[in-house]
């Protein structure tokens, strides 16, 4: 199963596209704002409303066998610690490896922030080749969890 941080998820046409292709469930967690989908693989499951509600509803699912799909750190960790498949938007995995490692850069980054109110700008915009690695590293890990 696929399970999406699907809030500001900028991939999810891809993730149903390789979803349908596999014949794999997709479940897109969402506090609102999506429409369900016309393809029955795909269900949006909408939890309440906070901050963290879809994060928790995700960990509390993913197990080995899941790919979860979120540019959310610490759900990330949990996933990960959880034996699921973790894949950012832009197409990079977060492994038993280096998952501390994007938490701790995450936390710095905000702490960055936080000392410098004035300082502008966020990450860089989302590329087409974003998206293609995107789709590779999907289709790489759907087909790792079908072996």
Not at 71 to 95: N, Q
Not at 128 to 137: C, T, V, W
């Amino acid at each position: 199963m696929i399970l999406v941080d699907a809030d500001a998820c900028p991939v999810r046409g891809e993730i149903e596209k390789v979803a349908t292709r596999h014949r794999l469930p997709v479940k897109m967690v969402t506090n609102g704002g999506l429409r369900p989908s016309a393809n029955p693989l795909i269900e949006v499951v909408y939890v309440a409303e906070g901050p963290d509600e879809a994060d928790r509803w995700i960990a509390e699912a993913a197990g080995p066998g899941d790919i979860v799909v979120t540019a959310d750190m610490p759900l990330a960790a949990k996933c990960v610690e959880a034996g699921a498949a973790v894949l950012r938007p832009d197409g990079s995995e977060l492994t038993q490896a280096n998952v501390r490692e994007a938490l701790a850069m995450r936390d710095l980054a905000a702490d960055l922030r936080a000392a410098d109110p004035f300082r502008q700008g966020g990450g860089r915009p989302f590329s087409r080749a974003d998206r293609a690695r995107f789709l590779d590293a999907l289709e790489r890990a759907v087909r790792r969890g079908r072996k």
